[in-house]
């Protein structure tokens, strides 16, 4: 594999298929059996990709995450022109980024140009579209905002300070 980095105790299942121009992976982390990994991939400290995902790069994942199994992340995608055949459509990528300290659930599919925020969870079975902003709780197709899940203190901030921007 060119350019391939690996920090101390990870493991790279012997029955997954790794087809990296580049792959990073931080202390202690993961990929587990039946993975697809593909293109540019970097990996934090302490995540895992779980067994049968398929992760096309170019893609970032932060520290303290874990990723579920047949989670699929692609970081390209192709051109829609009517003029043009499906076939013939040129790729451009923009990537993913997954934050630090995420739960990424069974079963999600994660689509080119989406950023994760960090501290969030994303349900099983969802298809994310769009960005998902730090600490929030995903599910759905395609992914909506479930809830917040900021410690309290921070929660009661947030309706202070809305209930002072809609009085004021």
């Not at 459509?89 to 960090?118: E, M, T, Y």
């Given at each position: 594999?060119?350019?391939?980095?690996?920090?101390?105790?990870?493991?790279?299942?012997?029955?997954?298929?790794v087809?990296?121009?580049?792959?990073?992976?931080?202390?202690?982390?993961?990929?587990?059996?039946?993975?697809?990994?593909?293109?540019?991939v970097?990996i934090?400290?302490?995540?895992?990709?779980?067994?049968?995902?398929?992760?096309?790069?170019?893609?970032?994942?932060?520290?303290?995450?874990?990723?579920?199994?047949n989670?699929?992340?692609f970081?390209?995608n192709?051109?829609?022109?009517?003029?043009?055949?499906?076939?013939?459509?040129p790729?451009?990528?923009?990537g993913?980024?997954?934050?630090?300290?995420?739960?990424?659930?069974?079963?999600?599919?994660?689509?080119?140009?989406?950023?994760?925020?960090?501290?969030?969870?994303?349900?099983?079975?969802?298809?994310?579209?769009?960005?998902?902003p730090?600490?929030?709780?995903?599910?759905?197709?395609?992914a909506?905002?479930i809830?917040?899940?900021?410690?309290e203190?921070?929660?009661?901030?947030?309706e202070?300070i809305?209930?002072?921007?809609?009085?004021g």
């Amino acid at each position: 594999m060119a350019g391939a980095s690996f920090g101390e105790d990870c493991y790279v299942s012997p029955t997954s298929h790794v087809y990296t121009t580049r792959i990073s992976l931080g202390d202690k982390s993961y990929i587990s059996g039946g993975c697809i990994i593909r293109g540019t991939v970097e990996i934090g400290r302490n995540s895992g990709i779980g067994t049968n995902c398929h992760v096309a790069g170019p893609i970032r994942i932060g520290s303290d995450t874990m990723i579920a199994n047949n989670v699929s992340i692609f970081g390209f995608n192709h051109g829609t022109k009517p003029t043009e055949t499906m076939k013939s459509q040129p790729c451009f990528a923009r990537g993913v980024v997954v934050g630090d300290d995420c739960w990424i659930g069974a079963n999600v599919s994660i689509v080119d140009g989406v950023i994760i925020g960090d501290h969030s969870i994303v349900a099983a079975g969802a298809v994310v579209t769009t960005d998902v902003p730090p600490w929030s709780v995903v599910g759905g197709v395609p992914a909506r905002i479930i809830k917040r899940r900021l410690p309290e203190e921070v929660n009661v901030l947030d309706e202070m300070i809305g209930k002072t921007a809609s009085t004021g």
